[in-house]
């Protein structure tokens, strides 16, 4: 293999018949990659794949999203789930929910669809903590996440097309920006546990896959 150095590029020029073939074959595994030099050390150099940028591009998940796959991860998705002996119609319902100090306001919110719980909950008043499960919560704190999290993994796990759809979406990023952001769970944090539980679920996979 002759290499060329040429300004910024850096030219390899198959010389036996077998590199050629084997050159023809990576350029088309590798066709509009990105690479990085990985080392310098010593006399040699080693350029490492940063993969198809199509595939470093963010995905956006909410429910205006224009894949319906896409809106399955979301929080306002219908993806009936149940929570510490309580149905929910959907994350969103769950996540309104938490405002009710009543517990039949409370079911009530959980029975709706995403869109009209976060209507409905508009009745009620801001407050800087709640009450689930006999533990005072304070709202936006790690455990008020902490409860987010949890819901979306009983959703995931209860809904195999919800859980679906949060796999297939790897290795791209996953975002959640709105036009205002959350005061009680932003975008960063929400994107956070879904990449998360992503994470897992993939390595479940994998793991499941290594046994057979």
Known sequence: MKVIFRNEMLILVPVE???SSALTRWKADHRGHSFILATDQGSGLM?????????????NVTSRHPSKRIQLIGNFADTP???????????ESFWQSLKCRCESD???????????AKLAAREFPNTESFQ??????????????????????????QNPRALAALVSTFPHPLVH??????????????ARIWLGLRHQYCQAQLAAQAEQ
């Open 47 to 59: 350029l490492r794949d940063l993969g198809d940028p199509r595939l470093n591009q963010p995905i």
């Open 17 to 19: 018949p077998e590199e």
């Open 106 to 116: 409370r079911q009530r919110i959980a029975a709706l669809p995403g869109p009209g």
């Open 177 to 190: 920006r709105l036009k205002g952001d959350s005061r009680t769970i932003p975008g960063d944090v929400m």
């Open 132 to 157: 689930y499960c006999g533990a005072e919560i304070l709202v936006g704190s790690f455990a008020h996440w902490d409860l987010m999290q949890r819901a979306c993994r009983a959703k995931f796990e």
């Open 81 to 91: 789930f149940e929570l510490d002996g309580q149905r929910y119609c959907s994350v």
